[in-house]
């Protein structure tokens, strides 16, 4: 018994084994599944024509996540682990909106949080490589977390200012009918979004949209070079294989390195017989 | 005969004679010429007054193209070859829509497909710095292929997640009639596009389209960051330093390198003061 | 009493001690809660409802800030250097408007300058790794001020060629009522914005327009590709390779250097085979 | 009578003496005034109540750019060769618009071509390190130019390819009446402008139109990145000093290098008494 849990432990949680691989992918192919129901599901000729269906699909669904949730809990080595794990929750979460819709009407659409089992799709490609340029893309956040807090705190002062200045100059008849009215336009100005359903009327409007608009153009640069540099930097670093030299501490040297290329020292020394 | 024979397949396919060079200017031209056609067709009021002129052109063109393709498998050494490279299946494309154009109404737009044909531009202009600058951007897209999906992956979980709840905060009053619905503004919205044929109307769908925005503005920095340290690498990496080293014959090293790091000897020796 | 004034001081301008931390979060605290007071008050149907309640709230607010002014004029050892000071005069800023509120009736508007006080966060959060980076932002900023002029100046001479072609090419009757006008329409389609407020409607105009944004779409490479150079340059700066050349003592050396390239020596000398 | 001519030469000329500093910084302000002159006419309201005001004006500035023409070609010791350089050329077309006016009634808004004129701002702020920067971006662009062709080839294709694929899903009932109009679209949707005034209201049309946003937003890293990495490479290029190392030529050093710090062998080896 213990040992046909195993292999269902192996099957369900390893992607290594062909049985797993298979697994895996049917997995992602019903997850796609439902999230389809649920989307045709919300547009209302679908709906009319066959709710009846999908609500029968969307019950289908749910009851194999929930099998599936049981089979991890049971299978698993250490069930409390996973159940509280990232994966665990999400799972979780993949049924529970559906017995919420028994109480709640509009419930069901937080099915739509299925989307981040998707995530699971880098489990079937191929896994590493893309968990490594993963990592190296959050690296690269993390190195600029301190100066994306300064950019943001920039951006969110310009825009309650160039919100409320908008909301002086315009007023309520052209649109603007509140400060944070002004700040919403503000956003979709600057972030050249430009949607056109608040727009400047007044002459001195449109002169100060045209330095917002401007602004919006010029700091889109910020976070791209900050992202871009640290990229570089984490990418360079990686190329290179860390090892200080023992005589002259250059720190990153070529993979194959056997000497540091600027002191020519070696960069392991040989024990000498007397060592 | 074979000489003649030989002598077109130069002019068609080569374009290091003056006769060859010739002949795809010609032939580029009478692309060009036939694009034109095809787009000033599709206006009506030119379609009305010109209409039948403009269909003895296309045919007329149809025609050229057609002997060329005939010419062309007619003169290659590998006729086989050519018909199945993609040159040769884009020159088929360029007539066969025609053909189909007697049986139904719309294929002649087809007739566009054209456009990729002007891609043996390039082979005019000179050819070899154009091909090796698009193989330096091939290359950068090449090596960041699996960040990029990482990101497109992202981008697609983001979109779905955002259009969701604002179809559930907005809902079909205001313009998002369905998840999909939701899908497409979200996407209009995040890549900065905002067309405003679909506004969020109620301060709660204000608020998270204001995120979306934030987020849509600030995650550009994404691809730009990946695509410029790719493509720098792939331009530093080809200068990369060839000098042989004197001791190992070690060819490739690291630009500011003194030593081989390999053999630990000098790259280059120190001239002696009785040099 | 001179001590009194002392402890004052440490709790008003210092954060490093406990009281200091906790008077700078209540303060926050209170300069937000006054933010969203005003933008509250903005807004018609809450004015209406609640409009003396955060009348009250305002003065009380107001009252709060000017006696904390008076605090910090009291306590500081050089109390004018403080009153001059940026903080100073943002500290008074925060309080005038309401005071001239009781003579011009939109002046309270004003009271959204305390926006700038919130820019104490930074001393509340470990303060001096954000100015770190705030100051790389603002070196990489300043390298780049004379590109950047060139690059605003082209903008504005593009800008004004482009707005005044529209306004000759689609003329009043299309939305381009006037020069300026044009301007606005050219920066808004320049910045990729695209508000959609003045549409071009002719075919020249359309084709024009096309030029602008491919314009537009394009050359937001140039201001990125300036603030990452200098970035990515102000940050290499910082790892400068330090190692004092054992001969001359000459301090900063390239990365790589295996020589001094003041006095030719080599700067790691080669542990003999004795060693 | 010489002598004045060439004093003349001096003041109009040159920008290092103050007196032609001061003629420059007063042919600016002209410039200027006259510029503001032709946009205040171009309002209609001003129009009608100062048209014949801004008239005369218009034509003083006429008379005094004619007047400066002339006496730059008067005190000019080449003038054909400043009749036809780039700055000749301009002014010529700073005075002949308002005489075109005469004839034609729109020539006026001509006179906007004097915002080149515009240019010469640069040569009133200190000169040299605008222009060396405006050179750093010259640089840049040339060195990138053929990607840049092979960028701008693949956007025109794919515009082509979907504007006509728009017009077939879309049609004219949408606001797609012609390919043109389809192509005008996608260069609105592909450069994230989102006027507006066109939009897809059928589902394949707005699922392809996903398509094109999602190219757009994604591609803009390729301009951005080719321009960084080419600026990048400019600037670190400009930072050092090249010369050869004539023993292992090593070609970029530190500017007070004298010995290579790749190789220790001096840069500029002394020349011996015997030589």
Redesign the interface.
């Known amino acids: 018994m213990d040992n046909w849990r195993q292999r269902l432990y192996i099957i369900i949680f390893h992607t290594d084994t062909p049985a797993g691989q298979r697994f895996d992918n049917w997995l992602l192919l019903t997850i796609l599944a439902s999230?389809v129901v649920?989307?045709l599901d919300?547009?209302?000729e679908v709906h009319i024509q066959y709710g009846a269906w999908l609500k029968g699909l969307e019950w289908l669904f749910t009851t194999l996540f929930a099998i599936e949730y049981g089979l991890r809990l049971y299978c698993s080595p250490k069930p409390l682990r996973y159940a509280f794990s990232f994966y665990g929750l999400v799972d979780l979460l993949a049924v529970l909106p559906a017995i919420l819709a028994l109480l709640f009407a509009?419930a069901q659409?937080l099915l739509?949080?299925r989307?981040?089992r998707?995530?699971r799709?880098?489990r079937v490609l191929k896994l590493s490589?893309?968990l490594r340029?993963?990592n190296?893309?959050l690296t690269?956040l993390r190195g600029s977390r301190?100066?994306?807090?300064?950019?943001?705190?920039s951006?969110a002062?310009l825009v309650?200012?160039f919100g409320?200045l908008m909301?002086?100059i315009e007023g309520?008849g052209n649109g603007f009918?509140?400060?944070?009215?002004g700040?919403?336009w503000a956003?979709?100005?600057?972030?050249?979004?430009?949607?056109?359903?608040i727009?400047p009327k007044t002459?001195l409007g449109?002169a100060l949209?045209?330095l917002v608009?401007?602004t919006?153009?010029?700091i889109?640069?910020?976070?791209?070079?900050?992202?871009?540099?640290?990229?570089?930097?984490a990418?360079?670093g990686s190329?290179q294989h860390k090892h200080s030299c023992p005589?002259?501490a250059k720190d990153f040297?070529?993979p194959?390195?056997?000497?540091?290329?600027?002191?020519?020292?070696?960069l392991y020394p040989r024990r000498s017989a007397s060592d």
């Open positions: 999230l649920v989307m919300s547009v209302s509009d659409y739509i949080i989307v981040i998707m995530l799709v880098f490589p893309y340029q993963a190296f893309l690269a301190q100066k994306i807090t300064v950019f943001f705190a951006i002062t309650t200012v409320t909301y002086v309520p009918t509140s400060i944070p009215k700040i919403y956003v979709v100005t600057l972030t050249t979004v430009g949607f056109g359903d727009v002459v449109q949209s045209t608009m401007i919006g153009y010029s889109i640069a910020v976070p791209t070079g900050i992202f871009t540099a640290e990229l570089a930097s990418m360079r190329d005589s002259c040297h070529e194959g390195a056997a000497f540091c290329n600027r002191c020519g020292n070696p």
